[in-house]
Every structure is written in structure tokens, then in C-alpha cells.
């Protein structure tokens, strides 16, 4: 059962009910690494990190322990359009919750000595962020096919700009991007919703003072431009070959969003069986992870391919890549191969429903991004619509563009 509210402030409220005796609940916040200004590279993530680190009335360690000293988990992640904070723990302590939430989210101080501590720990980060290129290449890949725009620098910044963060200048950033009517509070439990309504509104129903007591702006976020798909090599040293490619895709409002996720699933969305894996390591034998991978935005989206060789391995995986997505292409899938994909595809989202956390994880981000949270029924019913006729079409107006492709070598 789904409910949802509005606070005076403008700041959304949606409550899943629950019989579990673990709850969640947390604050999405509309903004992220992409509403950045020139200088402020990082400072979404950093102001992530600062929301633990004190408030008016509470010191950093008490935040830490506010939560955890009743069982519960306190946690937060920045992406590229949204930040959330958010927490989980057993459900007698949902006013606990809610009420740390709204201190640390509209009360915290950022003050100077805490800044310079966290700076170093977000550069220990970077550092060991560095170190993993699985990862790492992902966001270089993303620097490449949005170069020069807000989606193309990384979420943690970099060393020069972090050490010119400032409490003013944090300040600044929050009192820009976290506008209760750019916000969603979530809840998922068995806490019925008139006391989810009355503590948000106990703890929640205030509007941070505007900077300089003028009007807060209207968000505006520029669609990306177009580039010539581009190939680069980075050397690293690494034992392996490291190949990412990917084409622009549609962004998250996109009536045809369920087919290339369907897509996604079939050629290497992290099955045994995807066509992928069983090519490239079941019958080859030439690699142990291969995957690909649908990031949707707001105005644009990424469709990614990834793999880790032997070097002398690379060029012959990138020809059987192309040809599994050539065969998506040019051969509609049978009745038989459609039906086990889309129950494939259900039984995997299914199981993933099962994790409570990332539940109200989802049911947050699609209130914050659509207005409207979409039941995993209803989910199933957009898979059992999808045609072979809709598959191969969209893979062909994905995949007819030459690809961008980086590889560290």
C-alpha cells in the first residue's frame, strides 16, 4: 500500500506499509553532481560527507551514534542528479529517525575544523578510488561522451578544488540545492501513515531561509550536446585490459525506457546466461566479468559495455561483442527466447524486491524523479508489452551510431 503527502513547504511524502519489524526512511534530495558551478566540482559529495559531521545542537559523534546505539544504520550516496540520506533500523524508532534527518539534512553547521578533517578523508578516497580501475573507468568513460558539459566531471572532485571548499562557499551550495520542494521523504514499514505524516510535519514542515532573503531559483539543467563518438587508451598499471563502450541512449522518461532495459538484460545485464557472458567467457574462455550496464538521466542516458582481458585477448573480444549486438540487431528474438527473458527479467526484479533497503531506495528516487512510485505488478505488466519488433528497433536506433570506446592498456 502506497500514500503519499505534501508538506506546506513543498517537500513530497510517500510511505510504503510493511509487516517488517526493520523500517526505512530517508531524504532524496533533487540535486547532485550536475548542478554543480564552475569551482564547486565535488561539493555535492562533500556536503554529503558534512551532514554527519554536526549540527547546531549535536557533534559529529553524536550523529554517528544517534542511530546505532538503537541497532539502527545511518548512510547517504551522491550521484550525478540526486543525493540521499537515509537510514534503516527497527521500526519503534522511526520519530528517532525522522527527527535526526531533518537536523542533519536543514541544521548542519559545516564548520571549518570539520571541513579541513573530511577534506582529507574525501582525498583518501579519491586515491583509493584510483586504484580500482574497474571502477574508475566508468567515470572516465563518462567524462568522455559528456566532456565539457555538468555530467562530465566526477562525483568526488578533485585535490585543487576540494581544498577550496569553505564554509561559505558549502553554505552557498545547500541554501541553492536543498529546497524542500526539491525533496522526498520516504518511508517503508509497518508504522502506519497519519504518524509518518505527523512526524514529517513535526520535523520536516520547515523551509530553510533563502541566501540573502532573495527567491530560490528554479533548477535548470541544460541537455547535453551532441559529440563524435571517440576512442582513447590510457595506459595503466594493470595486468589486465580494462574496454568500456557505450552509445548515447534516451533519458528516464522515455516511452521506450522497459525495452532497453529488456536489452540491457539479455546481452549482459549481470546473468550467467546473458548472451555476453556466454560468449565471451562460457564458449571462448577469454575473460571473467563481462557486463552492460543502462544509466538513464533526466535528459540523457548511457547504454555501456564492459570487460576486463588479457591484453592479447582485447581485439577479439571487442569483435564478439560486436557481433551479439549485431545479432540483437538484425534477428528478432523467438516466442520461446522473448517469453524466458521477460520471465527471466521478473524473477530477477522479484528477488531484488526482496532487499527492503533498496526497495526504499527505488520507491524514493521514482517519487523524487516521476511524482508516482510504480508496483512491481504493474512493473511486470510494461515487461509483458514488450515486443521482438520494439526489441530489435531500438537496438537498432541505439546501435546503428559508431560507439565510444576507452580502454586502459
Known sequence: MIQTH???NGLRIIHRS?????????????????????????IAHFVEHMLFKGTQKRRAHHVANRMEDVGGELDAYTAKEETFIYAAF??????????????IVFHSRFSGRQIEREREVVIDEILSYDDSPSELIYDDFENMVFAGHDLGHY???????????????IKSFVERQYRPDGM???SFGKTPFSKVARLAERYLSFAPTPLNGA???????????????????????????????????????????????????????????SRLNASLREKHGLIYNVESNLTLYSDTGLFTVYFASDPKFRERCLRLTGKE??????????PMQLARARRQWKGQMGIAAENHENS????????????RYMPLNDLFSQIDRITSQEIREVANEIFSSPSFELSYV
Open 184 to 186: 522526498v521523504f520516504f
Open 6 to 8: 505534501t508538506l506546506l
Open 90 to 103: 527497527p521500526g519503534e524508532y522511526l520519530s528517532r529517525a525522522v527527527e535526526l534527518l531533518g537536523d
Open 360 to 371: 526504499a531506495l527505488g520507491m524514493g528516487k521514482a517519487f523524487l524523479h516521476f511524482g
Open 18 to 42: 510493511s509487516p517488517s519489524d526493520i523500517s526505512y526512511c530517508g531524504i532524496a534530495v533533487n540535486t547532485g553532481t550536475r548542478d554543480e558551478l564552475p569551482g564547486e566540482h565535488g
Open 325 to 334: 549486438i549485431e545479432k540483437i540487431m538484425q534477428t528478432e528474438l523467438t
Open 155 to 169: 562525483i568526488l572532485g578533485d585535490q585543487e578544488t576540494l581544498h577550496s571548499f569553505t564554509t561559505g562557499k
Open 215 to 273: 527567491s530560490l531559483p528554479v533548477k535548470q539543467r541544460i541537455l547535453p550536446g551532441v559529440l563524435a563518438p571517440a576512442k582513447a587508451e590510457v595506459r595503466k598499471e594493470t595486468s589486465q585490459s580494462h574496454v568500456i563502450m557505450g552509445w548515447r541512449t534516451f533519458d528516464m522518461h522515455h516511452p521506450h525506457k522497459y525495452v532497453l532495459y529488456m536489452i540491457n538484460h539479455i546481452l549482459g545485464g549481470g546473468s550467467l546466461n
